[in-house]
């Protein structure tokens, strides 16, 4: 298993700053992924976060508004910059230990409300 | 990418009720995973389901994944309030990545 601490959980923002995110795990592991949860919709996968080197971007997301580092097995953060209104929701980091058809972790969250 | 329809996107039933919730994708599965997620909260795993026709239970819940693994099922019995919540299916994609469906959002009336 593994134990993911995800802070903060919840943060309200004024619009043009940014907020980082981080996400720590007790055990070394394999993936770390963030996904984004808008209000009403499912989880939708933002990054691959990857160790040592830049992290690996989904369609509609980019580096400039939400970088990602990776410094080590265990750790990871995700900025949201420049943030607006519509950036306003849940942001999940999750990790999945070993390779193909394990099971996934996920962090409890950061709600981030954005005014 | 991964697509996956879940069905449907929202239920209410009567506390004792049975209800099912589908997951279908567009593509083989080779790892369909059951989410439970409360609002405000992270995920909680319910099942992993891998091999065609495939069936799981842990206390009232079932998964069945058929035998084609194209269709997934999670089925509650006599359900209780502690089971609302939202219900997310999950499939691996290439490099480990997850895809969600669009999620069901289940409330039981007491």
């Known amino acids: 298993s593994a134990v993911i601490s995800q802070k903060p959980s919840r943060d309200i923002c004024q619009r043009g700053t940014s907020l980082t995110i981080q996400c720590q795990v007790d055990s070394q592991v394999t993936m770390m992924f963030w996904y984004r949860q808008q209000p009403g919709q499912s989880l939708t996968l933002i990054a691959t976060a990857n160790q040592g080197s830049e992290a690996t971007y989904e369609s509609g997301f980019v580096i400039d508004k939400f970088p990602i580092s990776r410094p080590n097995l265990t750790f990871s953060t995700l900025t949201v910059s420049n943030m607006s209104p519509e950036d306003s929701s849940i942001y999940l980091c999750s990790v999945v230990k070993g390779f193909m058809n394990t099971e996934a972790f996920f962090g409890q969250g950061t709600r981030l409300t954005v005014v | 990418s991964q697509e996956l329809e879940q069905s449907p996107q929202s239920l209410i039933v009567q506390e004792g009720k049975n209800l099912t919730i589908n997951c279908t994708s567009s593509k083989t599965l080779y790892g369909l995973y059951w989410y439970k997620q409360k609002y405000g909260e992270g995920l909680i795993f319910l099942m992993m389901?891998?091999?065609?026709?495939e069936e799981k239970s842990h206390e009232k819940i079932t998964a069945k994944l058929d035998e084609k693994k194209q269709q997934s099922s999670l089925h509650i019995t006599a359900s209780q309030p502690s089971h609302a919540g939202i219900y997310l299916c999950?499939?691996?994609?290439?490099?480990?990545?997850?895809?969600f469906g669009s999620g069901t959002k289940l409330n039981v009336k007491p």
């Open positions: 999950g499939a691996d994609g290439a490099f480990n990545k997850f895809y």
């Open positions: 389901l891998q091999k065609g026709g």
